[in-house]
């Protein structure tokens, strides 16, 4: 089955620590999103990309690190920098051009970090 | 690109009633619009698309558009426990991020048995 797969799907993470959150896709898709929610916050952008070794800052970047080295990962750091990393992060993807398909993006379950 | 506005709730029914589910947006240029379910500590699955004005139905779920006010909204028919879940709204963005989804807060939504 296509899909994202998000992992790990619970972290913990002590103050001072980088960690990589790890996102796959297999839907064939050009497009792929970093997004955190916190509660009572929706969703917002950290960081987007929209071709193999290419990548945007979203509204939220400060902090957070991204690569895309292929078109199935899209890997995302949270850094020391980071200064309230707790929160549920969810990785998204979507075709490219035009058609009803490019407007709609797929979710993976996300990532839960916390920070003790 | 910014405000989608949405009422977070919590809204809570009882079986087999109506929901209404609302959004207001700022930009009458805006087209494109999404309704997202999301369970708890799971990621939001795609519920409606919509382009322009009018309705949309997909079984007990109907998504609506009214430009003239700004405003979009989800009706639910004959709600189900099985509903309870936090539904967001959204929008496409346009010019160089049209690829991108503006989302609303969110509306968490409780359906009792």
């Known amino acids: 089955d296509g899909g994202i797969t998000q992992s790990p799907k619970y972290l913990f993470r002590k103050e001072g620590q980088n960690v990589t959150l790890s996102c796959e896709q297999n839907l064939n898709h050009d497009a792929m999103y970093w997004y955190r929610q916190d509660p009572g916050q929706g969703l917002r952008l950290i960081y987007y990309s929209q071709i193999v070794n290419d990548f945007q800052k979203g509204d939220i970047a400060e902090g957070y690190s991204v690569s895309r080295e292929k078109k199935e990962s899209f890997p995302l750091t949270v850094t020391s920098a980071q200064k309230n990393p707790t929160a549920f992060y969810l990785c998204?993807?979507?075709?490219?051009?035009?058609?009803?398909?490019?407007?709609?993006?797929?979710f993976g379950a996300g990532s839960r970090l916390t920070v003790l | 690109q910014k405000e989608v506005e949405q009422d977070p709730g919590p809204l809570s029914v009882p079986e087999g009633a109506i929901v209404s589910l609302n959004c207001t947006y700022s930009?009458?240029?805006?087209?494109?619009f999404m309704w997202y379910r999301q369970y708890s500590r799971k990621g939001p699955e795609l519920l409606m698309y919509?382009?322009?004005?009018g309705n949309k139905e997909d079984g007990r779920f109907t998504a609506q558009v009214d430009k003239s006010s700004k405003y979009i909204s989800l009706f639910i028919r004959d709600s189900q426990p099985s509903d309870s879940a936090t539904y967001l709204c959204a929008r496409r963005g346009y010019g160089g991020s049209q690829g991108n989804l503006i989302f609303g807060k969110g509306t968490k939504l409780s359906v009792k048995p």
């Open positions: 919509t382009y322009s004005s």
């Open positions: 930009n009458s240029a805006f087209q494109y």
């Open positions: 998204a993807s979507r075709p490219q051009g035009g058609g009803t398909g490019a407007n709609v993006l797929t």
